[in-house]
């Protein structure tokens, strides 16, 4: 028998992603540090993914007037945030991970990714 589909929603209800993205932020605010320096302002939050209802992303948000992001550091950002909310899911990433559709960043207002 199939599982009936869980929303948006409720996979950000039940998992807590809400309150996961603002321990993401605080376990790489380092890395950020190091790639953008001190004068950045950073969110990390969970969203609707735009390309599936049911589906969520996770978005990091930067404003950064001084900085630029090489796609390298871009495709590094994507790849920690992953690796921080597999982590802090820990045996729910499996079930989680069914419905996620990866790290969207967006820098000073552009989505580039």
Request: aromatic share 8%; charged share 30%.
């Amino acid at each position: 028998m199939k599982e009936p589909a869980i929303s948006y929603e409720e996979i950000v209800d039940k998992y807590l992603i809400d309150d996961i993205c603002p321990e993401i932020d605080n376990e790489l605010n380092g890395m950020f540090v190091d790639i953008l320096g001190d004068d950045f302002e950073l969110g990390i939050f969970s969203e609707q993914s735009p390309n599936n209802e049911d589906f969520f992303v996770v978005t990091v948000e930067i404003s950064c007037d001084d900085a630029t992001l090489s796609s390298e550091e871009i495709k590094q950002i994507q790849s920690l945030v992953e690796e921080r909310l597999a982590h802090n899911l820990g045996k729910d990433w499996k079930a989680v991970q069914k419905k996620f559709d990866g790290v969207q960043v967006i820098f000073n207002e552009d989505i580039v990714s």
